[in-house]
């Protein structure tokens, strides 16, 4: 009889979960869908969607960078190359080259972590698809420029562009082929 | 299909050979009408499906192609129809081509005897249930064959797992339907319907609790022998890649997919017939319907609608319960559903024997187990509620929402999407 009464048992508890489990799916049915339906259907772009801490592809503000080249240093993968020459005529350190290989960033924010005038930073932008993973290479500077002073303690810090207009630059500029500043095949 | 055959001959003053020839080319346009209607249910399926996924996985689906995204599986159809149709070098070439057949074949001739409404049936047969029931075991056939044929070890174990499970669920669905046909005391589809009534008390559903119960047996037992989730061991895409279709690409594959949809169709029509009065409608009887094209076409809708939703049920199902392992699946059939079977049947001879139909307790027991049944409705209902509140979410029945508004056009969206661009940069950059 014990097993019987198992027996009927086990029907009575199938029939009672299978039930609660279809109920929990077409609960489901009920519901908004949590998608959004990226990218034509969204209310705004989906960059302005993101959290504000989210990390997208990096940019450097070259008006604040002192060249110390710590986050070339910090970086595990040796994706931020700095060329830093000394300008014979004016004793200045010459800013030559900044160039970012977004291709292989992989966003852990080490680099803008380290950087001591906060001039690397991650903005939100993430759409950069591109026919050639060369031109993920983002070269911030256009022609050598003398890098900046770090700011006296007293000094107020050196005002930087809002975040993500220089990259939206040259991200705007990714789109036209051919284009010499967004690097090319090196 | 007889009398509109004598019906065009008489009005043409046909005679002799014209009139058989009149009769053979009607038949063939009914059988492609056939055969076009269920292409079509099970085309449509799909889209369901997918869309019933999608709402359950609190996704959205597709909903790009045509409105709404109800052109999707003829986008789907055309893609598989251009593929190339591969024949493996290593299989048996012959057998492999003809098996999607037999379960096309199977499962498309089976609509032959489906009563989509009072006059609207191809084919009557007086041993319809029967026929149902043998004409869909050439499935097994097919899928027993293209598994052999693959030569592929997958697609074998597929084809005989396949074998094994429509076999030993064949009998708790037979004996399911044995207690209809021996309420009815008739074989014939259309009969069965005529014996039952409009309105839900009059259904075999609730005619007693014995065929309440009969109803689940046999649908459980027909998703099993559909090869649909939970019990979809045959295709089982995590242990054996896609099971008896693994090798199949093409239209030879549509095929395959064609029947397990238009299957699922005809085990709800089956389950409509039987349990929930076919196309009758409430408060119109038989005679008077057959007497109105408007009360017909009123009929046919009701049916549809009921098929829909024993669709639903089923696509439902699948996207609910994880499969079953082959014991548990063998311990399901032959430790509950056939003993449960077997006490249905038992029952209601019993029942027929002891309690005289359309006496006063007859009728009370059927409005107790409708009353039962719609007990049972509300509380699921409870419980649906009770799990959208539990996590404090609201009610949406906007069921064919799509997102945001907008259309799928590339141009479109790379214009809006510059839109966007610029007025970010404007609004940030000054
Ligand atoms: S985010 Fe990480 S990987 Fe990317 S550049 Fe900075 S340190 Fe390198
Ligand atoms: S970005 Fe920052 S850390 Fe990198 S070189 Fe410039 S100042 Fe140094």
């Keep these: 009889m014990g097993s019987f009464s198992e027996y009927l048992a086990n029907i009575g508890r199938s029939i009672v979960t299978l039930g609660d489990g279809l109920a929990v799916t077409f609960s489901y049915l009920l519901r908004k869908p949590f998608t959004i339906q990226y990218p034509d259907r969204t209310e705004k772009p989906v960059v302005a969607m993101l959290p504000e801490r989210s990390r997208g592809i990096l940019e450097i503000d070259i008006n604040v960078c002192t060249g110390c080249s710590i986050c070339a240093k910090q970086c595990p993968i ?31 924010g080490l680099c803008v972590e380290a950087c001591p005038v906060s001039g690397l930073r991650h903005t939100h932008e993430f759409e950069g698809s591109m026919s050639d993973v060369h031109r993920l290479m983002l070269s911030f500077v256009d022609k050598p420029q003398p890098v900046a002073k770090p700011a006296k303690k007293d000094e107020p810090a050196p005002e930087t562009k809002p975040v993500g207009s220089i990259v939206r630059k040259l991200l705007a500029d990714w789109w036209k082929p051919a284009n010499p500043t967004s690097g090319g095949p090196r | ?22 009769y053979a080319v009607l038949i ?84 032959v005897s489906v009563p989509f409404g009072q006059l609207l049936i191809a084919a009557d047969l007086n041993v319809g249930v029967i026929y149902l029931l043998a004409i869909t075991s050439l499935v097994t056939v097919g899928v027993l064959m293209s598994g052999w044929a693959s030569n592929n070890k997958w697609s074998l174990l597929g084809g005989i ?69 939970p019990f979809d061991l045959p295709e089982a895409e995590s242990e054996l890649v896609s099971g008896y279709n693994t090798e199949y690409s093409g239209m030879r594959f549509a095929g395959f997919f ?116 719609g007990l049972v409705g509300l509380i699921f209902l409870w419980r649906v509620f009770h799990h959208i509140r539990s996590v404090g979410d609201r009610l949406d029945l906007n069921v064919l929402a799509r997102g945001q508004k907008g259309r799928f056009d590339p141009r479109i969206q790379a214009r809006r999407y510059g839109k966007f661009r610029k007025k970010r940069y404007s609004k940030e950059t000054g």
């Excluded at chain 2, 076999?167 to 044995?178: F, G, R």
């Excluded at chain 2, 009929?299 to 049920?313: N, R």
């Design chain 1, 78 to 108: 040796d994706c931020i190359h700095i060329e830093v020459v000394k300008d014979e005529e004016t004793k200045q350190r010459v800013l030559k080259r900044f160039d970012i290989d977004v291709a292989k960033c992989m966003f852990c």
């Design chain 2, 1 to 22: 299909m007889e009398t509109l055959s004598n019906y065009i001959a008489d009005y043409l003053e046909l005679s002799g050979l014209a009139r058989e020839i009149l």
């Design chain 2, 28 to 111: 063939v346009a009914v059988a492609a009408g056939v055969f076009m209607v269920a292409l079509t249910i099970s085309g449509l399926l799909t889209l369901a499906e997918r869309r019933v996924a999608g709402r359950i996985q609190s996704r959205v689906g597709p909903n790009r192609v045509g409105p709404l995204g109800l052109l999707q599986w003829l986008a789907d159809g055309l893609k598989l129809i251009m593929k190339e149709d591969l024949v493996p070098a290593a299989a048996d070439g012959p057998l492999f081509r003809l098996a999607p057949y037999l379960v096309i074949v199977g499962v498309f001739a089976a609509f």
């Design chain 2, 161 to 229: 797992r396949a074998a094994a499970q429509i076999v030993s669920y064949e009998v708790p669905a037979v004996l399911a339907v044995l207690s209809v046909v021996l309420l009815s005391g008739t074989l014939s589809m259309q009969g069965i319907i005529a014996a039952q009534g409009g309105w839900p008390w009059h259904w075999y559903l609730f005619h007693n609790p014995f065929t309440f119960l009969a109803f689940f047996l046999y649908f459980t037992a027909a998703v099993a022998e559909g090869n649909r989730t």
């Design chain 2, 258 to 373: 064609l029947g397990e949809f238009a299957n699922i169709y005809l085990m709800s029509a089956i389950a409509t017939t039987l349990f929930f009065g076919g196309w009758q409608i409430p408060g119109v009887t038989p005679e008077q319907q057959a007497t109105s094209w408007g009360l017909q076409l009123v009929g046919l809708l009701i049916f549809v609608a009921k098929a829909s939703i024993g669709c639903f049920v089923v696509i439902w199902l699948r996207w609910t319960f994880p499969r079953l392992r082959v014991d548990q699946l063998m311990s399901v059939c032959y430790r509950y559903l056939v003993p449960l079977s077997l006490l249905c049947l038992a029952a209601n001879a019993v029942y027929m024997l002891l309690i005289p139909a359309g006496s006063m307790i007859d009728r009370i027991i059927h409005y107790g187990t409708a009353a039962f049944g």
